[in-house]
């Protein structure tokens, strides 16, 4: 089944501690993205990816960092996880950048004390 | 600035009472207009893709228009298991996604 899958689904963790999101892919897809959604906000884009090795910053790259060392994995690390990182994450990957459909995971909401 | 607006906040309807959607745009260079279907504690799901103004697309109960400045999403006698938040979303020349709020439908029975 293609699909894209998260780990963890639900997060709780203290200000300060690392943590890392994985995602991954099973679509051969080029673009991957990483989105955050709070209410009344809309999704916000964090980083995303055009390819292997290439990754670039979305509207609120702050406090994150990624990494595409293999086509169908995307990593969303906080190293020092703050109470505003509070949220509902979503990873998603599309064939390429371009106007095509993204495919979206089934989010991991992140609480942060 | 790039900017969507999705218009109204919320929307209840009863079972079978036809009504709109609203995503009002602006974009520097239209590659393409997106919608998605987005159900409660999961990731958005994939509706239509609108490249360019006259276009109209159509899914069951759902159809979307697209002019230079906005899209509809036009919803005909909808069932209860329509109710969901609908998103709209813009890319830009430079292949940027801009998101809009979304709409909360509530269909009643």
């Known amino acids: 089944e293609a699909q894209v899958t998260q780990n963890p689904r639900y997060l709780i963790t203290v200000t300060g501690k690392k943590l890392t999101v994985t995602c991954s892919q099973n679509?051969?897809?080029?673009?991957m993205s990483w989105y955050r959604q709070d209410p009344g906000l809309g999704l916000r884009q964090i980083y995303y990816?055009?390819?292997?090795?290439?990754?670039d910053k979305g509207d609120v790259p702050e406090g994150y960092k990624v990494s595409r060392k293999e086509k169908r994995n995307f990593p969303l690390i906080l190293e020092s996880p703050s109470p505003n990182q509070t949220s509902l994450y979503f990873c998603?990957?599309?064939?390429?950048?371009?106007?095509?459909?993204?495919?979206f995971g089934p989010g991991t909401r992140l609480t942060v004390t | 600035e790039d900017q969507v607006t999705q218009s109204p906040e919320a929307l209840r309807l009863q079972e079978g009472e036809s009504s709109s959607l609203n995503c009002s745009y602006t974009?520097?260079?239209?590659?393409?207009l997106f919608w998605y279907r987005q159900d409660p504690g999961k990731g958005p799901e994939f509706l239509f893709t609108l490249y360019s103004a006259g276009e109209e697309k159509e899914k069951e109960r759902l159809k979307a228009t697209l002019t230079k400045k906005e899209s509809f999403l036009h919803i005909t006698a909808p069932k209860p298991e329509d109710s969901a938040t609908y998103l709209c979303a813009v890319q830009d020349s430079n292949y940027q996604l801009i998101w809009g709020a979304g709409t909360k439908l509530i269909i009643k029975p």
């Open positions: 990816s055009m390819n292997v090795e290439v990754t």
């Open positions: 998603a990957s599309s064939l390429l950048a371009g106007a095509y459909e993204q495919y």
């Open positions: 974009v520097s260079g239209l590659r393409g």
């Open positions: 679509m051969n897809h080029e673009y």
